[in-house]
């Protein structure tokens, strides 16, 4: 069964399940890629990344080389990474500072920061051509948008379509909790990335942020042996560390209070899962950090931001954000059976050193490259690519709960915390994007 027109599309997605060749098929994947990570808002990176003119930062939009950068008029662009005359990269590097300008390393042609021409060598060569410096082909392609959410920077490479907060929508609160968490209503990027590369289908990934069937039984293992040091501990010291509980949390919590973590299910694919384990320990830090937030906020008003009860939020196609512990995962697919996850860390402006370091710890302990947390997510996630070539079921199955939520004006709520309520959104989004309907 291939994915060459809508109609085929639609029968590939159905309202409770998918055909496995959505996630093996190649043609399906390159059609992904013009229909949603070249037309959709994508994750750039973050404002602080480029805090002064010339400061840039790469990323992949799809599979287009991208600049981000910040130019001399104060904004952030981002700049197809191309130069025009021979098409050799701009930026060989992750990130730097260009100075006053983008000179490409072949014939030293020069673009101002804003991606427009500034010079080139010989130009009276160019006498004639349809190269001369009036012709807007000699400058720099921008990104047909970019918009930026609380310090976040997404760009679109199509000129039509939402604008940034229209798609994210109820999503926004994964940036709004992050910000609003810090003393001074802002984060600053940690500058050192975790990068993954997974070697299984993008959407495989996203299905499993908000799965809460998994935890506490693909990491059964790494928190059973967390609970057993905590009670060494215990026994000997007094109270393990809270860093303990960040892996032990998977097994102490059973799969029946899993089932009492609500999602919500937004338009474009996007979803939250509230949260399932106690951030708020009444230790002398915890303590410190609420007495700084008070004398920003008031009572009242920290208060109702540290009351907000959230664990995850997916914002599709590629952004996965921890917004309490001040991290986010962004997929960067490479090919229909690989795909790139980058993990990044935010500090909380204004709030004590010890806040940062415990965020970093769960950072280290839960999602970096050498945890086994995420090991026994990337095992699964191969086995699952795998399996999908097999020839011994053609459906993938997102049956759970199915007919069981409720939905109120787009809005999905699942009534039980491990409903593939989130699955069947994102595939409700991507035959939207894709043209097969639902």
């Known amino acids: 069964m291939r994915g060459n027109g809508s109609s085929d599309l639609a029968r590939l997605v159905e309202p409770d399940r998918v055909h496995r060749t959505v996630y093996s098929d190649a043609e399906i994947f390159d059609r992904e890629i013009a229909e949603i990570f070249h037309k959709q808002w994508i994750y750039c990176g973050h404002e602080s990344q480029v805090k002064q003119p010339g400061d840039y930062a790469t990323v992949l939009v799809g599979t287009q080389p991208m600049i981000m950068v910040r130019g001399d008029d104060g904004e952030v662009h981002v700049l197809h990474n191309r130069c025009p005359h021979r098409g050799a990269m701009l930026c060989g590097n992750r990130k730097g500072n260009v100075g006053k300008a983008f000179t490409c390393s072949y014939h030293s042609w020069r673009f101002q920061l804003d991606g427009t021409l500034d010079r080139y060598p010989l130009p009276h060569g160019y006498d004639g051509t ?28 199509a000129a039509e379509g939402p604008s940034l907060e229209e798609f994210l929508g109820g999503a926004k609160v994964a940036f709004d909790d992050m910000c609003d968490r810090a003393p001074e209503g802002e984060v600053e990027v940690v500058p050192i990335c975790f990068r993954v590369v997974q070697h299984s289908n993008w959407k495989i990934f996203l299905e499993n942020q908000l799965d809460a069937l998994h935890p506490s039984i693909v990491h059964e ?57 106690g951030l708020r320990p009444q230790d002398p830090d915890t303590l410190e950090y609420e007495a700084v937030m008070r004398q920003h906020y008031g009572a009242e008003r920290t208060e109702e931001i540290l009351s907000v009860n959230i664990h995850h939020v997916l914002l599709y196609p590629g952004l996965s954000v921890q917004s309490p512990l001040q991290q986010l995962r962004a997929v960067r697919p490479l090919g229909v059976d690989k795909t790139l996850t980058e993990i990044w860390h935010f500090r909380l402006k204004g709030a004590p050193e010890a806040i940062y370091r415990r965020a970093l710890g769960y950072y280290n302990l839960v999602n970096s490259p050498s945890t086994m947390i995420n090991a026994d997510d990337l095992e699964n996630f191969w086995r699952c690519h795998q399996g999908l070539a097999s020839d011994g079921g053609d459906w993938v199955s997102f049956h759970r709960n199915a007919g069981q939520d409720d939905e109120v004006g787009g809005v999905v709520t699942s009534r039980q915390g491990t409903s593939e309520a989130p699955m069947r959104n994102q595939f409700r989004a991507w035959a939207e994007w894709m043209g097969g309907g639902r």
């Open 130 to 157: 349809r190269m001369s410096p009036d012709n807007p082909d000699v400058n720099v392609k921008p990104a047909a948008r970019v918009a930026s959410y609380r310090g976040f920077v997404f760009c679109s490479l």
């Open 221 to 277: 293992s790494s928190g059973r042996a967390a609970v057993e040091v905590e009670k060494e501990i215990e026994k000997h010291d007094g109270k393990a560390p809270l860093d303990y509980h960040y892996i032990s949390a998977f097994v102490t919590v059973p799969l029946d209070k899993w089932d009492m973590v609500q999602t919500v299910n937004f338009a474009n694919g996007h979803s939250l899962l509230q949260g399932y384990m």
